[in-house]
Structures are given as C-alpha cells and as structure tokens.
C-alpha cells in the first residue's frame, strides 16, 4: 500500500464512521446509558404504583434489575421525604388476569323454566 493512500484512508475512516450516526446505529455505551434509564424510569413507576420490587422484577423481566431498583429505591426516598401517597394502578396486571378464572361464565345461572314453558299446549 502506498503511503499516499494510507494517508488518504485514515483521513476518510473518520468521516465514514461518523456516518454510523447518521444510519441510526447506536454505539454500545448509548445503548447500555438508554437501558439503564429505561429501567429507573421502570422502577420508579412501580414504587408509585405501590408495587413491590420482587413485583416490578416479575412484571419487567426484560428489563436490568439494577437500573430497576435504583429507580424503585429513588422514588421510595422521594415519596417518603415529600410524603406522597401510592397511586393504585387502574390496569390490572397481565399476570392477574391470566390467573383468574373466567367465574363470570361459569357462576351465571340460566333461569329454571317453569311448568308448561316448553310449548306443549293442552287440548286440542
């Protein structure tokens, strides 16, 4: 390889490698600052919500129980210094409704029919 083309290339190696920006792909180090953030922001939705951690862990498998428990322990310190009360979730969880029974169909009662309701008529 030349010299003048060495040189030629590691000037553009820069430039082509700014381009990965521009492709949308993100370095290893944003990635990892986004899942961190994304997993406070986790936790501390689930100590607001009133949820224990072993809850929020279930819930949010995907997500780095060490970034989830900052966010969980960050809340409770705001929430215990500024004396704020839980918001119950309105949305039960997913898991809550897979492990309920459908009782409402099983549990309703057809009405009993009565003497002669089944159209049979007398006479005739």
Known sequence: MSPRLRSTLCLL???????????????????QERKAAEGKAIGSACRHAGRAIEDCYTLNKKADKAAVF???????????????????PSIPSPESLAA?????????????????????????
């Not at 190696?13 to 990635?31: F, H, K, N, W, Y």
Request: aromatic content about 4%; hydrophobic content about 35%.
């Open 13 to 31: 190696a820069p430039l082509v490698l700014a381009g990965c920006d521009l492709l949308g792909i993100e370095p290893m180090s944003q990635v």
């Open 70 to 88: 900052a966010g969980w322990r960050e809340m409770n310190d705001y929430m215990t210094e500024n004396k704020i009360e839980v918001v119950a």
């Open 100 to 124: 309920k029974p459908p009782a409402e169909e099983s549990e309703v009662e057809e009405p009993a029919p009565t003497k002669g309701s089944h159209g049979k008529a007398k006479g005739g």
